[in-house]
């Protein structure tokens, strides 16, 4: 019932998941970054590394939302969350093993974070090979967190 409390102030439903929105992304991001820079990973194409981060953490922020809104209370929402991350772990668990991932792995979200990542930092991958994995990322972003906004403006009308 945060929701409602909040906009019972000057704040509107807008202001509330843009500040969601950039709280969530930006903790996310500076997590993802610094772990990057403590691996001695950040050498190797930065800019496309940062890129991959942030896209990352705004996937993460979007999972959140779609958990975060479908859930009633505290366990329900971390049990969706941790439901909906599981999955996520598939394709840095593939990399593990050679060879070409399944065609159900690819199509995972975080699987375009996950060949970015490694492309970059193992096999020095530049912007022509990482640009189609971070297009299919923020595709995923965007459909999550639209999902996300949609099924959280439904439970606020529903209040």
Request: one cysteine or more; a positive charge; charged letters at 10%.
């Amino acid at each position: 019932r945060t929701v409602t409390a909040v906009t019972m102030t000057r704040a509107t439903l807008g202001d509330f998941l843009m500040a969601k929105t950039v709280f969530g992304t930006l903790l996310a991001f500076s997590q993802g970054t610094l772990l990057l820079i403590l691996i001695g990973g950040i050498g190797a194409g930065p800019l496309i590394l940062l890129l991959a981060v942030f896209l990352g953490a705004l996937l993460v922020t979007a999972v959140a939302f779609v958990a975060g809104a479908s859930g009633k209370e505290f366990l329900t929402v971390v049990f969706l969350n941790v439901l909906l991350m599981l999955p996520m772990m598939v394709p840095v668990i593939d990399t593990i093993f050679p060879g070409q991932a399944a065609p159900w792995v690819q199509v995972l979200p975080s699987y375009g974070l996950v060949q970015t990542l490694v492309g970059v930092t193992s096999y020095g991958d530049g912007w022509n090979e990482a640009l189609p994995h971070l297009g299919r990322l923020l595709a995923w972003c965007v459909a999550l967190y639209a999902a996300g906004l949609l099924i959280l403006k439904r439970r606020v009308e529903n209040l």
